[in-house]
């Protein structure tokens, strides 16, 4: 008889140690998977809302995009490019304001499958959908770009680009990871025939 009691507490120890297992590599599972999801479904959010508010930008300052550069001649040739680094620095600020804005306010829902909680390839994609939500906390930082790129034989092409970056800490259920996120939009572009000019900021302001 006590042998008997003996087994099947033995039993029950065991049962209750594999249970515990498969519910710790769920866990880890779960947690991978959501983290993956939930990076690849911020990212897309982000981008999408960094977009957002660029074209928003946009249009407020069409106005006064086409005075960012202006080409000073002399005999004839590009002398110099003049850059009104005021509109700019407006530019940028306000693309930050727009772009914390959006980021503030988003949410993102997703549906993370169950199949892929039991980290097993074969069930990946299958099973009832887990609903999460997740929230982006970070900062935005917009910073104005100059640069010349060669175009051909005696050509070359000066670009100004407004460059985005935002950091974000995910936050989902039992997963949280940090995301740095770029994107790079141009603001005019001018091609020159000949020898390089020099930039001439006016107003005396560097973007």
Do not use: W
């Amino acid at each position: 008889m006590m042998q008997r009691k003996s087994k099947y507490k033995l039993k029950v120890f065991f049962a209750i140690l594999l249970l515990a297992l498969l519910c710790v590599l769920f866990c880890f599972n779960f947690s991978r998977a959501a983290n993956e999801y939930a990076e690849y479904d911020v990212k897309n959010a982000v981008i999408e809302s960094i977009y957002e508010a660029f074209g928003t930008v946009c249009d407020k300052f069409e106005a006064e995009l086409p005075n960012i550069q202006r080409a000073i001649l002399v005999n004839g040739e590009v002398n110099a490019l003049a850059i009104d680094s005021l509109i700019l620095n407006k530019i940028t600020a306000e693309l930050t304001f727009e772009a914390s804005r959006r980021l503030e306010n988003m949410r993102s829902s997703f549906s993370l499958p169950l199949g892929n909680a039991t980290g097993i390839e074969l069930f990946s994609g299958k099973g009832p959908g887990i609903k999460l939500t997740v929230v982006p906390l970070g900062s935005v930082c917009a910073a104005t770009e100059s640069k010349f790129i060669s175009a051909g034989i005696n050509q070359t092409l000066h670009r100004i680009s407004v460059r985005i970056d935002v950091l974000i800490n995910v936050l989902a259920p039992f997963c949280s990871a940090e995301k740095e996120i770029s994107c790079v939009f141009a603001l005019c572009e001018t091609l020159i025939i000949g020898k390089v000019p020099e930039l001439y900021f006016m107003r005396d302001e560097t973007p």
